[in-house]
């Protein structure tokens, strides 16, 4: 059973626009959201993470927006640039299981 | 600050064969758990590891098993590797296994399996 489901699956966008990445979870568990960036070759690296007490929290070009009742969550990249482009994850943890449950990823390209 | 050391970066083993894999937590932290990238299944969750002790488990076979030693770093062990063990095998480490604790990610091991 997958528990956090993650669209779209890749993602082209022109430099300068705006990247969107949605993100939707089923265990009303969950207490903490954070989206991770991952670049070839490399591990993810946390982005940004958003607690459930809070509907909208931004960090730079980026933005997450969630929404309890619709147990949905997206994150929002502002002026996208190349450097931007690499595989993001939207995951999930709380409860009694902290381990994080992550969404399939979405590979983000941005073209110059 | 040093971040997750994993080692090796890059192995390849024959199928039937069993393989160790190392992780070396950032400083002071004492929960550790083991991740499968493949990119079929995504992230997939193996263990953690939080003081010694295996606190959750994910649903692998019981080829695959772990230990964490009294001074946070973690080894992970797959026996009678198969083919679809081929993956990127990430250690992630953080202060404590509580929800909301950043989780930080080393650079992986990756796994071929022949």
């Known amino acids: 059973q997958q528990q956090v489901k993650q669209s779209p699956q890749s993602l082209i966008v022109q430099k300068g626009g705006i990247s969107i990445i949605n993100c939707a979870y089923e265990n009303t568990a969950f207490d903490y959201f954070p989206w991770y960036q991952q670049f070839p070759g490399k591990g993810p690296a946390l982005l940004i993470a958003i607690r459930p007490d809070v509907s909208e929290k931004k960090e730079g070009r980026f933005t997450i927006s969630f929404n309890k009742s619709a147990k949905q969550f997206s994150l929002h990249i502002m002026d996208s640039q190349p450097g931007d482009s690499a595989t993001y994850f939207c995951a999930a943890s709380g409860g009694s299981n902290y381990k994080l449950t992550f969404g399939k990823g979405t590979l983000l390209t941005v073209n110059p | 600050k040093a971040g997750v050391t994993q080692t090796p970066r890059y192995l390849i083993k024959t199928r039937g064969q069993q393989v160790t894999l190392s992780c070396s937590p950032i400083?002071?932290?004492?929960?550790v758990s083991w991740y499968q990238q493949t990119p079929g299944q995504g992230l997939q969750f193996l263990f953690e590891?939080?003081?010694?002790?295996?606190?959750n488990k994910g649903n692998f076979p019981g080829r695959f098993s772990g230990r964490q030693f009294s001074n946070s770093r973690s080894e992970m062990n797959v026996s009678t590797l198969e083919l679809g063990d081929s993956a990127l095998y990430l250690c992630?480490?953080?202060?404590?296994?509580?929800?909301?604790?950043?989780?930080?990610f080393g650079e992986g091991s990756w796994l071929t399996v022949v």
């Open positions: 992630a480490s953080s202060l404590a296994p509580v929800s909301g604790n950043t989780i930080y």
């Open positions: 590891y939080f003081s010694e002790t295996q606190r």
């Open positions: 400083s002071g932290h004492r929960s």
